[in-house]
């Protein structure tokens, strides 16, 4: 089963950016998206952002579009998360996971990396 682990959280002030990775572990496993969510304090997890796998198609959630950007490195099983004008609200934890088939749900979740913005 495949492993992800993310990275490059931080704490940054609002209107700062960060980019988060996420490595997976083995690509043996098919992947039909891989997508990135977040968990804010006392609130369940939500779809932030996911990108085909082989199409590079996106999908965002309202409140990232035009700030967050999703992308893909096939060759090195990475997905990366550009986030550009972050607010406080955007303070979580972010999660990336795999969907393997269209209408599947996520799973093989990562630990997360917290991301904290400061107002």
């Known amino acids: 089963q495949v492993q992800l682990v993310e990275s490059g959280g931080g704490l940054v002030q609002a209107g700062g950016s960060l980019r988060l990775s996420c490595a997976a572990s083995?690509?043996?496993?098919?992947?039909?998206?891989m997508g990135w969510f977040h968990q804010a304090p006392g609130k369940g997890r939500e779809f932030v952002a996911a990108?085909?796998?082989?199409?590079?198609?996106?999908d965002y959630t309202d409140s990232v579009k035009g700030r967050f950007t999703i992308s893909r490195d096939n060759a090195k099983n990475m997905v990366y998360l550009q986030m550009n004008s972050l607010k406080p609200e955007d303070t979580a934890v972010y999660y990336c996971?795999?969907?393997?088939?269209?209408?599947?749900?996520?799973?093989?979740w990562g630990q997360g990396t917290q991301v904290t913005v400061s107002s």
């Open positions: 996971a795999v969907q393997r088939f269209p209408g599947a749900s996520f799973g093989s």
């Open positions: 083995e690509r043996t496993s098919p992947i039909y998206r």
């Open positions: 990108i085909n796998w082989n199409s590079g198609s996106t």
